[in-house]
């Protein structure tokens, strides 16, 4: 297993293609979300399913659905929504699943969320004096 500072990261769909089945960091805009449903859905569902938006657009669900695991905890949920944040799993460019799932890239055996500071720490940098 590479060390954080060597792993692959991700933050495009054409990043997240070619790290394919391979344990790497996903880094995007972390929402909350309802688990998506084939059909019409009258009534507000809760938002305990999560999603990373990736700086492309593309969005990468936490988990494949038929995982218990899909449904994240409320104290991840409340401290990560909206914020930027990495996270490290094996990345999936097509939900891996036994019956209908949709055709969404997502991050399975998650073992690490945070938040990602890179662009604030990048920021700083270039304001300090030479």
Not at 106 to 114: N, T
Request: net charge neutral.
């Amino acid at each position: 297993m590479k060390a954080i500072l060597d792993m692959d990261i991700a933050s495009t769909e054409q990043e997240l293609n070619r790290l394919d089945g391979q344990r790497a960091g996903v880094v995007g805009v972390y929402r909350a979300v309802e688990r998506p449903v084939k059909g019409i859905v009258r009534a507000p569902r809760p938002k305990d399913h999560a999603m990373l938006l990736l700086e492309d657009g593309t969005q990468v669900y936490l988990e494949p659905f038929e995982s218990p695991a899909s449904q994240r905890p409320a104290s991840e949920l409340d401290q990560f929504d909206g914020k930027r944040v990495r996270i490290t799993g094996i990345v999936w460019r097509r939900m891996p699943a036994r019956g209908e799932s949709p055709l969404a890239p997502c991050i399975a055996g998650i073992s690490e969320i945070r938040e990602d500071f890179r662009d604030e720490v990048q920021r700083e940098a270039g304001r300090r004096p030479a």
